[in-house]
């Protein structure tokens, strides 16, 4: 039996966590997971546990300004919360909006991604070209899309007065019925690439026997689609909806940019209203019990969607 070189009993005993390789730390050449898993964890408990539970504690104190300093209240801050009229109209704008434009960033995104399937000239450049959107803070898209539809000056307004969409005496973000909708079409100019660059990875994915069997059998472009496509992409779009749907009730940037929740409170939805009460009526406590809620309205949503599409992690 041949017997192991010296280097081989370094390499195998480094392997094993016995011996340390020269000019590097023991636990840099141990496998054992706990030095890799400490700095993670230490992350999560600065940045997500103790922020977590330092909210919760929040919520049942409330900042004085003339004593400045936060008092306990008790479950004041939740109570007012139930009977705050502002509040569940915000949880109806989040809802609305929510589903609005997922739906429709869904439908897009699957039209332009089965028109974007293909390896003619010129198609991966508008591939590539979707991503552009992506990389612009959405700050700065709230801002282009209120000058777009400024009353006075926005292409956008010029546009839909033109065909006669909109009469001149209703500006878009100033007209209740219309300031949603408008600030819906800057996150759906932004974010339906998103959709569609994940619909298009999920079809290169999709084997092609399916697709030939029912060609063979004579089925249209409309049953093919219906009975192959969508049924092999489910898993592929269950991930896009719970990523984008995550990020759609949480939406802040538009409506702060757009519209600040105005006109009066059409545009309000949970996160700015809890922006608003920490930040501008400095009211911390109510401000926590928002977010927390809105949190919870999170989790309970996402998880009811994995459970119900079988979302497998």
């Given at each position: 039996m041949r017997q192991s070189t010296p280097m081989e009993l370094r390499m195998g005993a480094a392997r094993e966590g016995r011996l340390s390789l020269p000019g590097l730390p023991r636990m840099l050449t141990s496998e054992h997971p706990l030095p890799?898993?400490?700095?993670?964890?230490?992350m999560l408990l600065v940045f997500t546990v103790y922020p977590l539970i330092y909210n919760i504690w929040l919520s049942f104190h409330e900042y004085v300004p003339f004593k400045r300093a936060l008092v306990p209240v008790g479950t004041d801050n939740?109570?007012?919360?139930?009977?705050?009229?502002?509040?569940?109209?915000?949880?109806?704008?989040?809802?609305?909006?929510?589903?609005?434009?997922?739906?429709?960033?869904?439908?897009?995104?699957?039209?332009?991604?089965?028109?974007?399937?293909?390896?003619?000239?010129?198609?991966?450049?508008?591939?590539?070209?979707?991503?552009?959107?992506?990389?612009?803070?959405?700050?700065?898209?709230?801002?282009?899309?209120?000058?777009?539809e400024d009353a006075q000056f926005g292409?956008?307004?010029?546009?839909?007065?033109?065909?006669?969409?909109?009469?001149p005496d209703t500006p878009i973000l100033a007209t209740p019925s219309t300031a949603l909708a408008g600030v819906m079409l800057a996150d759906i100019w932004q974010?339906?690439?998103?959709?569609?660059?994940?619909?298009?990875?999920?079809?290169r994915s999709l084997p092609p026997e399916p697709y030939e069997a029912a060609m063979l059998d004579g089925a249209g472009p409309w049953m093919i689609f219906r009975k192959?496509?969508?049924?092999?992409?489910?898993?592929?779009?269950?991930?896009?909806?719970?990523?984008?749907?995550?990020?759609?009730?949480?939406?802040?940037d538009y409506m702060f940019?757009?519209?600040?929740?105005?006109?009066?409170?059409?545009?309000?939805?949970?996160?700015?209203?809890?922006?608003?009460?920490?930040?501008?009526?400095?009211q911390w406590g109510y401000g926590a019990t928002l977010s927390l809620v809105t949190l919870a309205?999170?989790?309970?949503?996402?998880n009811l969607f994995i459970w119900i599409s079988k979302v497998r992690w």
């Open positions: 890799w898993l400490l700095p993670l964890t230490a939740w109570a007012r919360l139930l009977a705050d009229e502002r509040f569940w109209g915000a949880m109806g704008t989040t809802f609305l909006y929510f589903f609005v434009v997922l739906g429709i960033e869904l439908v897009l995104g699957i039209a332009l991604a089965m028109l974007l399937d293909s390896d003619a000239p010129g198609y991966g450049l508008l591939r590539s070209l979707l991503t552009l959107t992506l990389v612009i803070p959405p700050a700065i898209t709230g801002m282009m899309f209120l000058l777009m292409v956008l307004t010029w546009a839909l007065q033109g065909i006669g969409l909109l009469s974010w339906t690439p998103f959709m569609v660059l994940i619909v298009l990875a999920g079809l192959i496509t969508l049924p092999l992409l489910s898993k592929v779009l269950a991930v896009a909806i719970l990523i984008r749907g995550i990020d759609l009730f949480r939406v802040f940019v757009m519209t600040s929740g105005g006109p009066g409170t059409s545009t309000y939805t949970l996160s700015l209203y809890a922006w608003q009460q920490t930040f501008s009526f400095i309205l999170i989790l309970i949503l996402a």
